[in-house]
Structures are given as C-alpha cells and as structure tokens.
C-alpha cells in the first residue's frame, strides 16, 4: 500500500516562504509522474505544478516564476519551493504521484495516488 505524507505547511506573511514536502512510502516501483496541485477556499482543485516522466516540469501561469518543483535522488519525495507568496496562495495543498508498485508477480501498473493535503495560509 502506498502512502503520501505531506508536510511544510503553515502561516506565512506576504512576500514569505515556504517549502512543501512530499513523501512517498510503500512498495513503489517506479514514478512515472509527480505534481501539485491546491485547492483554494470556495474554488475548485487547480494544478500548481508537475514533473512528467521525462523529467520536464511545467507550471501554472500563477506559480511560474514564484514556485519550483523538485524531486530528490531516489525519487520519492517531491518539494514545492514557493517564494513571493500571496494571500491569492491560501489553499489546501495536495500531491499525486504515479506510481507502479511491487515486483516480479506482484508488480501493478501505473496508478494515481494523492495526499491528504496540508493548508497553506498567506495572511499578514
């Protein structure tokens, strides 16, 4: 079973910042695709940003050049750098991962998993 911890949220000033983590555990085989998504009060989910299989990472017009998404080595957990906060970025914030899990017999394709979400609040 896999699981995705989230963590790094909180309150934060205007013009701060704050680093989310995204941690992935279980029997993970391979990452096929990582990302961010939020989920601001009253609005619908919206992407933030991601990280296909290949590597490119692609950002929403609001984070692009405020936010980075990164992975470490080993692939299992994701970071969101976000930095020149704005009110406008309260939300909740959640990970997805595509993972493929297990080995041999027991390997299973490609399937989405999601955090429980961690609030991030910019107020002064």
């Known amino acids: 079973q896999v699981r995705l911890e989230e963590s790094g949220g909180g309150l934060v000033q205007p013009g701060g910042s704050l680093r989310l983590s995204c941690t992935a555990s279980g029997d993970i085989g391979s990452v096929y695709f990582v990302g961010w998504y939020r989920q601001p009060p009253g609005k619908q989910r919206e992407l933030v940003a991601y990280i296909s299989g290949g590597g490119a990472t692609t950002y929403a017009d609001s984070a692009r050049g405020r936010f980075t998404i990164s992975q470490d080595n080993a692939e299992t957990t994701v970071y969101l750098q976000m930095s020149s906060l704005r009110p406008e970025d309260t939300a909740i914030y959640y990970c997805?991962?595509?993972?493929?899990?297990?080995?041999?017999?027991?390997?299973?394709?490609?399937?989405?998993?999601w955090g429980q979400g961690i609030q991030v609040t910019v107020s002064s």
């Open positions: 997805t991962q595509k993972l493929s899990t297990g080995r041999g017999p027991g390997w299973r394709g490609p399937s989405d998993y």
